[in-house]
């Protein structure tokens, strides 16, 4: 199946399937369901030499035409961010179906209890590999679907409202007829492609603004500043924290500065020290305020390290900010499927988190 050919099926197919689902379950079942449902925002599309991906992300409140994002990754292996060997958590077989479910090497089930433990919550079946740290491997011809599947690879958490790997010598109408099964075979008010929340506090908190429009959307005019302010709950929440320190202004011995987007401090009185991966406006040192470029997030997260291995830069900051940094835990929060070394953990997977810990 050629790519324009994919673009086209997934716009046709699933832009009928959730539109259906949101004029008709939420009325005529809502007593059934156990909450509001969400629904995707956003249908990327990947072309990888030997394989289409399907993911889609953002949630939103309401059934929205879905955005489309079209990509290139060099293989499905560095389009989720996995690791190379020979020793696999899950061989994915002919049309396998993962839903609601925990896919982790035995690192990345170790970082989950020790820096997040809301994921609890989402955990559902639990997979944890004792290989060589790779994730998933794909055997050509098949059909591989992950819905409401948290991936847990080492340092990197990604949280998959639906993501579908077909090989490329798959035909179009043979992956439509998939699609089709797909969905009917699920339960009528659990359809593929959303997830329901529970009633009660949630479902008033999924009516403000953060909901309207994931993190993706609405962005153009946002600083750091506005956007931390906008998410102090859902990152408090998500990181298991009690206080938000926002782009704090630290300076070394040297007498040169950095200005982390945040700092966490967690219940256990641990930290996290942290930037987006987002093209928010930021001051320059002109006073302008310019777009951040979304690459070179990894290169700021190694000055942090550097900075925060100095005693005399922990004295300064505890003196400051009165949080004493011995050993904190420095994360990225990416836009995507970015390959990038250390922690990460992304949007969608915060705010995943988030719902986990307020449910």
């Not at 998933?136 to 409401?148: I, K």
Request: negative net charge; hydrophobic residues 35%; proline residues 5%.
């Amino acid at each position: 199946m050629k790519p324009t050919e994919f673009v086209k099926v997934n716009g046709q197919f699933w832009g009928e399937h959730l539109r259906s689902v949101s004029e008709h379950l939420p009325t005529s079942h809502s007593r059934e369901l156990p909450g509001p449902l969400l629904y995707p925002r956003t249908m990327v599309l990947t072309e990888t030499p030997d394989w289409n991906i399907l993911e889609l992300t953002g949630v939103t409140r309401e059934y929205r035409s879905l955005e489309v994002r079209r990509q290139k990754a060099v293989g499905i292996d560095q389009y989720f961010a996995d690791a190379a060997g020979s020793k696999p958590v899950v061989i994915l077989r002919e049309a396998d179906v993962y839903q609601d479910a925990t896919i982790a090497t035995e690192a990345g089930r170790s970082v989950l209890r020790s820096a997040y433990p809301g994921a609890e919550g989402l955990i559902g079946r639990e997979l944890v590999g004792t290989g060589d740290g790779k994730l998933l491997q794909f055997a050509p011809g098949n059909y591989s679907v992950l819905h409401r599947v948290l991936l847990a690879s080492g340092e990197r958490l990604h949280w998959t409202f639906l993501a579908i790997a077909i090989h490329r010598s798959e035909p179009a109408d043979k992956y439509r007829n998939f699609l089709q099964n797909l969905v009917n075979e699920a339960p009528h008010i659990d359809p593929v492609g959303t997830f329901a929340v529970p009633r009660g506090e949630l479902e008033q908190l999924l009516k403000a603004d953060p909901f309207g429009s994931t993190y993706h959307q609405g962005l153009p005019k946002t600083t750091v500043g506005e956007f931390l302010q906008q998410h102090e709950e859902i990152l408090l929440s998500a990181f298991d924290a009690t206080q938000l320190i926002r782009e704090p202004v630290l300076e070394a011995d040297d007498g040169t500065t950095l200005t982390p987007d945040f700092i966490l401090e967690r219940e256990n009185g641990s930290h996290i020290v942290g930037d987006f991966g987002l093209p928010l406006l930021e001051t320059a040192k002109d006073g302008k305020k310019r777009r951040r470029a979304a690459s070179g997030g990894q290169a700021r997260l190694t000055q942090y390290k550097e900075f925060f291995s100095n005693a005399d830069n922990r004295a300064f900051a505890k003196t400051k900010y009165g949080v004493e940094l011995s050993d904190p835990r420095i994360v990225l929060v990416t836009s995507g499927q970015e390959d990038v070394e250390g922690a990460s953990i992304d949007y969608d997977t915060v705010l995943r988190l988030h719902l986990a810990a307020k449910a």
